[in-house]
């Protein structure tokens, strides 16, 4: 599977915005970029995820790249909710033996200050 | 919530036991994943079916096994139950097994061998 790269933490104030990057520069055509989010003591909840345009929804929008090489998932008014950690995942379209295992890294820790 | 119902919620039983963890879909997926999160290890993909037939195996122990069935919902069986197995174990459904289909995951069933 074509590995993801993200900071460890980060921080940010209520009510700004919030820009999560995240490096895939092994991607292929074929992968998707996915984005999940976990909350303290729930399951992973989707967010978002594109191939190749940008892509918005009523929780965040991602931007890719013109290479592909890089993402970034773009939380436009940050709330005290949205502290979890962040994973971006890539999901290849043909992994070869069907296997769409969704293999989650460590993520990052977004921190939201009052 | 994202339709997805894991039970039980909670699960204590002691090393040597064996444990039925169960899970229903969202109406209308096909695919049930599952996942194991340890403090130590993050999110563990364990094992994927599809309509009923496994798609994709992750690093699942023997002693670990699962099933989908014909109505879709799965069940993960854990045995000869070890106090390293105590962890979070989460199921997330998708509507097919492509990488365009988002997973929604449960709140999972926090089991603790003692």
């Known amino acids: 599977d074509a590995k993801t790269t993200q900071p460890n933490s980060m921080e940010s104030n209520e009510e700004e915005p919030v820009h999560l990057p995240c490096n895939h520069s092994t991607i292929s055509g074929t992968d998707y970029i996915h984005w999940y989010r976990q909350l303290p003591s729930q399951g992973p909840e989707y967010v978002i995820h594109g191939l190749t345009s940008n892509v918005n929804n009523r929780m965040a929008s991602l931007a890719i790249a013109e290479d592909r090489k890089s993402s970034t998932l773009i939380l436009h008014r940050a709330t005290l909710r949205d502290a979890a950690v962040y994973y971006c995942?890539?999901?290849?379209?043909?992994?070869?033996?069907?296997?769409?295992?969704?293999?989650f890294g460590q993520g990052t820790r977004l921190t939201i200050n009052p | 919530d994202s339709g997805v119902t894991q039970t039980p919620k909670h699960l204590i039983t002691a090393t040597g036991q064996r444990v039925t963890l169960r899970c229903s879909p969202r109406?209308?997926?096909?695919?049930v994943y599952w996942y194991q999160q340890s403090l130590d290890q993050g999110l563990q993909f364990l094992i994927q079916y599809y309509n009923g037939e496994e798609r994709a195996k992750g690093n699942i122990l023997e002693r670990f096994s699962a099933q989908q069935f014909p109505d879709l919902h799965s069940e993960l069986n854990l045995s000869s139950l070890e106090l390293g197995d105590s962890a979070l174990y989460f199921c997330a459904s998708s509507v097919d097994w492509g990488a365009n289909s988002p997973l929604h995951f449960g709140n999972g069933t926090r089991l603790t061998v003692t």
């Open positions: 995942i890539l999901r290849d379209e043909f992994p070869g033996q069907g296997a769409q295992k969704l293999v």
């Open positions: 109406s209308g997926d096909l695919s």
